[in-house]
């Protein structure tokens, strides 16, 4: 018997990235075939220019890569460009960058509910309330960016990262700058709010305390001569 529509989405890589090459004038960086499935949580280790923001960045659709494919939930990423592209990104893709970037002259509220906005999405207060809820945001929601703690502002976007329920969770070095106490809270910020949206989770990081809580781990090298472009 065919599997069913949700039986065939559980069995479609969450990632699927093959033969990837990001050329860098006669440099590159060379990536790994590597498959991500469904609430599987990944660790990207690997030295300073071994490519880890390069892959994430590309994982999203915010590069395109010189040679190879990605294809996220069966998507190829190529096959779009443009406003598809930035509405699939949005539906399916949360991605909680080194520095929060929330938009300075929106509340905490509206910060997130733009999340919802630019992925083509109707507006839903009841979801944006209970994602800064589970976040400990609840009554920082008609705050500033400027208002916020460094640790309220990460934690700000992670909720913007989720508000969207998506499949794929990214995060780049979150825990670069951090103590080692708001290191393992946002580590478990993490882990546990990809587990509960049932989203799988990559993080990219250089950073040695975090390698014990990932059981998959993707170990990148370094950047070789770049072959000649086709």
């Not at 660790?43 to 010189?66: D, F, M, Q, W």
């Not at 979150?174 to 106490?181: E, G, K, S, W, Y």
Request: charged share 20%; proline share 7%; aromatic share 4%.
């Amino acid at each position: 018997m065919a599997p069913d529509r949700d039986e065939a989405a559980a069995m479609t890589p969450v990632v699927d990235a093959r033969a990837l090459l990001q050329r860098f004038g006669v440099l590159a960086l060379e990536f790994p075939d590597w498959h991500v499935s469904l609430r599987e949580q990944w660790l990207v280790i690997g030295p300073s220019g071994s490519g880890k923001s390069t892959l994430l960045a590309l994982l999203a659709g915010l590069r395109r890569p010189s040679a190879g494919r990605v294809a996220i939930g069966g998507q190829d990423l190529a096959a779009l460009s443009g406003a598809a592209l930035d509405r699939f990104r949005g539906r399916h893709i949360g991605f909680v960058p080194q520095q929060p970037h929330l938009v300075a002259t929106l509340t905490l509220r509206d910060n997130v509910e733009l999340a919802r906005y630019l992925a083509g999405l109707p507006r839903d207060p009841a979801r944006v309330a209970a994602v800064l809820a589970r976040l400990g945001l609840a009554g920082r929601a008609d705050h500033r960016p400027h208002q916020l703690s460094r640790g309220e502002a990460q934690r700000a976007a992670v909720a913007r990262a989720l508000v969207n329920r998506p499949a794929l969770l990214l995060a780049d070095e979150p825990t670069a700058h951090l103590d080692d106490a708001a290191c393992a809270e946002t580590l478990d910020l993490l882990l546990h709010q990809a587990g509960e949206d049932g989203a799988a989770l990559v993080l990219a990081t250089h950073d040695g305390r975090v390698k014990a809580r990932f059981s998959h781990r993707l170990a990148l090298g370094g950047v070789a001569s770049a072959p000649p472009a086709p």
